[in-house]
């Protein structure tokens, strides 16, 4: 028996397409899309698993759905709507130019269109896809870039720790110290699901099991990416101090931010610049003075909670950023974007409250 759920009405919605089939961001972007009125899934592709259903690999979908996994071809893709690259590296940058000129929307959310081609290949040791595709891309984070992601017919949908530190570095624009290179502190802390479904010796449960540990330090992919969009946004040329930390929980991401600000600059004009750049954003909380952001307060949702403290000794802001790695950090904001370029409520299908306790 198939227990459906889904509002959506199937012969008038858009048809979408998630390759990476089996991975944690396309199991995110099945949840969300379950609950949009113009969505529905009909295609998982897997470059492994096919022939099965994906209620066989996951418990949790048991009954739910009986989508099938099928091996991802031009064929099979071109009749669809949408299509999302929930997959490694390397993977969309291959497929897309065969795709692109088929009127469909593609978002990827992998990192393979989010840097220069020089930055790409030094960063991610691959091949950097064709410039063509890299200008064409447009990097979605809708509270920075709406407009162009109206526009847009390929997304490259932001990295975790890029959407919460950009997100929490942009009103700033105006108050960051000015200097020849600008200096910003990112500790960042995640949870073991952002690195994907893959067992692997760092999230193993023995390793990270009452521990916490520092990861990538010094080659993290998501330094160039943060200093690339940081500077974009603010106007200013913006280095980034970036160490990631591993927490032993399943999701949730907090960046702590370390900003110099200029000479005088008061906490209520700091208070000021972030709710004018997000009073009126959907997914972005200010918290009210003295309050901090906790990943539990965002978990499974697509908000990014955003807290601050003035050192007015040392000039130095503190902003804390707090997101869910596999929802605004991933599958909630491609479906944002979505959203934001087919003109409808970008909160489609993402106002489900956090899960708390
Ligand atoms: N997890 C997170 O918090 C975040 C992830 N991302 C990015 O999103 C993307 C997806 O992440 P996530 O879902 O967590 O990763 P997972 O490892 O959970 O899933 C990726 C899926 O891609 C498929 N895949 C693997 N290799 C290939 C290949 N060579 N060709 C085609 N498909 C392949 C696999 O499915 P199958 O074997 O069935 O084909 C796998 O299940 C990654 O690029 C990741 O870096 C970005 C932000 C946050
Ligand atoms: C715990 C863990 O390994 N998290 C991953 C999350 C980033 C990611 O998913 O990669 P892209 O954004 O580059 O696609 C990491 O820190 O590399």
Redesign the pocket.
């Known amino acids: 028996m198939m227990r459906n759920y889904s509002i959506a009405e199937v012969s008038e919605v858009k048809t979408v397409g998630i390759?990476?089939?089996?991975?944690?961001?396309?199991l995110e972007l099945l949840r969300f899309i379950q609950l949009h009125p113009e969505l529905t899934v009909t295609k998982l592709?897997?470059?492994?698993?096919t022939g099965m259903e994906i209620q066989d690999e996951y418990g949790h979908l048991k009954e739910l759905t009986d989508l099938s996994?099928q091996s991802?071809s031009v064929e099979e893709a071109e009749s669809l709507d949408i299509l999302f690259f929930?997959?490694?590296?390397a993977?969309a940058k291959e497929w897309i130019p065969s795709l692109a000129n088929k009127s469909m929307q593609i978002i990827d959310?992998?990192?393979d269109l989010r840097l220069s081609a020089a930055d790409y290949e030094a960063w991610y040791n691959e091949e950097a896809a064709e410039e063509p595709l890299l200008e064409k891309a447009v990097y979605g984070l809708p509270e920075w870039n709406k407009q162009r992601i109206s526009n847009a017919e390929i997304i490259s949908?932001p990295?975790?720790f890029p959407t919460s530190t950009l997100l929490a570095i942009k009103p700033l624009k105006k108050l960051i110290l000015k200097q020849n290179q600008n200096m910003v502190i990112v500790d960042g802390k995640?949870g073991v699901?952002?690195?994907?479904?893959?067992q692997n010796p760092l999230t193993h449960f023995s390793n990270t099991n009452e521990n916490v540990q520092t990861y990538k330090t010094g080659s993290h992919q998501h330094q160039p990416e943060m200093e690339r969009y940081a500077s974009e946004m603010t106007g200013l040329n913006i280095h980034v101090q970036l160490t990631t930390h591993l927490i032993p929980m399943t999701r949730g991401l907090l960046c702590t931010i370390y900003i110099p600000l200029k000479e005088g600059v008061t906490i209520a004009e700091v208070r000021a610049a972030y709710m004018h750049d997000y009073q009126n954003e959907a997914f972005v909380r200010v918290l009210p003075e003295g309050v901090m952001p906790a990943t539990k307060h965002v978990y499974g949702s697509n908000y990014c909670d955003i807290g601050f403290y003035l050192n007015e000794k040392t000039g130095w802001l503190t902003v804390c950023s707090a997101i869910d790695?596999?929802v605004k950090?991933?599958s909630g904001q491609a479906l944002q974007n979505l959203n934001i370029m087919n003109g409808w409520d970008e909160t489609l299908g993402l106002t489900g409250y956090p899960l708390f306790p």
């Open positions: 390759v990476g089939g089996t991975g944690y961001g396309a592709f897997s470059h492994r698993q996994l991802l929930a997959t490694p590296k993977v959310l992998s990192g949908n990295g975790c995640t699901s952002g690195a994907g479904r893959t790695n596999l950090g991933a």
